[in-house]
């Protein structure tokens, strides 16, 4: 009796693929109709929807032809359903065809493509076969692309549905249950938290990523770089974009769905995505801080950041047209404005404008601990009704329950607003009087005064009308 295997892989590329069940089936009765055995070890099923374009990435395949190299293996064929199963790149198909026949005689048959193999013309009718599967692929790959080009030209996406979103239709609609979290996202960061911080805060809420995953501070970045929140599409007709937001082959054009947040809040969480890698990114070290107070200090009219221009400042607003008040100021100026003011609310006794490092819980926060809470409060319903209608134990709907109380009091205390009365001491005067020193210490690398001085500043107020400052001061 000769002795069979079975590959069976179905692609999502192919409007009239059998299923892998119809696939086992055609290969069943063929084994039946030429008197072979086919056992179940030696069915090697792949993932649905795995590319044939590639061996590497079909652990399947891998697995088979590892064990039909074994030497104590008795697979005599290895049977597909169409050849284009067994690989659509002709040179990778000769190549494990060929290793499969010089080592162990293996034969690869197409139980729908029957070809006589002993004639003068069945390799050579196999071959033909191989290279228009082959050229079927290339021809797809290029008609989904050129369909995917149509439909991005045209507005419409050309992805999943990114965090904030989901798809109806084939349309991107503002999903009510996570838009608000993009929001909070985008809004936190322009006032100052970082991406860990906003990722801890989500983790602690029992907040998920689309995926179901916990956020990571790569996570937080990547949607405040995704320009799909202010109604528009980006698409990579090279390949992945992934975390390479400048590159070249990137493509945005506005969409057709209603965008999540403002283009001014985007244009200020920009400007502070682009000053954090500046000053902490080691591939960008060459081209970081170039000036003492840069990042720091804002516009009066419109609360964008001033910029180097020249040998001076302007308002990134002005400068591109979206702040009708000119802010420039020389750089020196500027800077010996900024550090007098500092000296003189130290020494002078003054009441000192503080933002606490540890703000009060948001509105924002507020209403997605509320979400998550009312969640937690499902949650409870269901265990319940898993314990009446005798699914759950007992003991497992008591512990199930105690667990989510535990959870729902967690997030009942993070709701709860911390009011706190910031204390200035003499103590803290003194202490930012010596960073003050520190700050401007021109032996010291710019980036580290720079760094300094955000240590007890949060930022910094330039009105051109009257030609001063205000400094708003950590505590």
């Known amino acids: 009796m000769i002795i069979a295997a079975a590959y069976i892989r179905v692609s999502t590329d192919d409007q009239l693929e059998y299923s892998p069940d119809s696939q086992l089936k055609c290969i069943r009765e063929y084994v039946k109709a030429h008197d072979m055995i086919l056992p179940e070890e030696f069915i090697f099923r792949e993932a649905e929807g795995v590319s044939g374009r590639s061996a590497k990435k079909r652990l399947e395949f891998q697995r088979m032809i590892g064990t039909a190299r074994d030497a104590n293996n008795l697979i005599n064929v290895i049977l597909v359903w169409k050849f284009s199963r067994f690989a659509r790149n002709q040179e990778e198909s000769i190549v494990y065809k060929s290793l499969l026949r010089r080592e162990r005689g293996i034969r690869v048959i197409s139980v729908s493509e029957p070809i006589a193999e002993d004639t003068e013309f069945g390799g050579l009718i196999e071959r033909i076969i191989e290279w228009m599967d082959g050229y079927y692929s290339i021809r797809l790959a290029g008609e989904v692309r050129r369909g995917m080009t149509e439909r991005f030209q045209r507005g419409k996406p050309v992805s999943v549905a990114p965090y904030g979103y989901k798809t109806e239709n084939q349309k991107w609609v503002v999903n009510p249950e996570t838009a608000p979290i993009v929001r909070m996202l985008f809004e936190q960061f322009a006032a100052g938290e970082g991406y860990v911080c906003l990722a801890r805060k989500l983790n602690s809420m029992g907040i998920k990523t689309r995926r179901g995953a916990t956020w990571e501070n790569r996570t937080v970045e990547y949607i405040l770089n995704n320009p799909a929140y202010i109604g528009k599409i980006r698409w990579n007709p090279s390949g992945v974009t992934r975390r390479?937001?400048?590159?070249?082959?990137?493509?945005?054009?506005?969409?057709?769905?209603?965008?999540?947040?403002?283009?001014?809040?985007?244009?200020?969480?920009?400007?502070?995505?682009?000053?954090?890698?500046?000053?902490?990114?080691?591939?960008?070290?060459?081209?970081?801080?170039?000036?003492?107070?840069?990042?720091?200090?804002?516009?009066?009219t419109c609360g964008r950041t001033l910029s180097p221009s020249g040998v001076g400042y302007q308002c990134l607003g002005y400068a591109h047209g979206k702040c009708k008040v000119s802010h420039y100021i020389s750089t020196g100026l500027l800077e010996d404005m900024v550090m007098q003011s500092i000296a003189d609310d130290m020494t002078s006794g003054t009441d000192l404008s503080i933002v606490p490092r540890k703000s009060a819980k948001t509105v924002d926060d507020r209403d997605l601990i509320a979400q998550q809470i009312a969640k937690e409060r499902t949650k409870l319903l269901r265990i319940r009704e898993a314990y009446e209608a005798g699914v759950d134990t007992l003991d497992e709907y008591r512990i199930a329950k105690r667990q989510i109380l535990d959870r729902i009091q967690e997030l009942e205390a993070k709701s709860t607003p911390q009011e706190s009365t910031p204390t200035v001491t003499d103590a803290y005067r003194a202490e930012c009087?010596?960073?003050?020193?520190?700050?401007?210490?021109?032996?010291?690398p710019l980036e580290k005064r720079n760094a300094i001085l955000r240590t007890f500043i949060d930022h910094i107020t330039f009105d051109r009308a009257s030609c001063s400052v205000k400094i708003f001061y950590y505590l």
């Open 244 to 300: 390479a937001y400048d590159d070249p082959n990137v493509k945005i054009i506005d969409g057709e769905h209603e965008p999540i947040i403002s283009p001014e809040l985007w244009d200020r969480v920009q400007e502070r995505v682009k000053m954090l890698k500046n000053m902490y990114d080691r591939h960008d070290r060459a081209t970081g801080l170039t000036r003492l107070l840069q990042g720091i200090v804002r516009c009066s």
């Open 433 to 444: 009087l010596e960073k003050l020193s520190q700050a401007k210490d021109t032996s010291l």
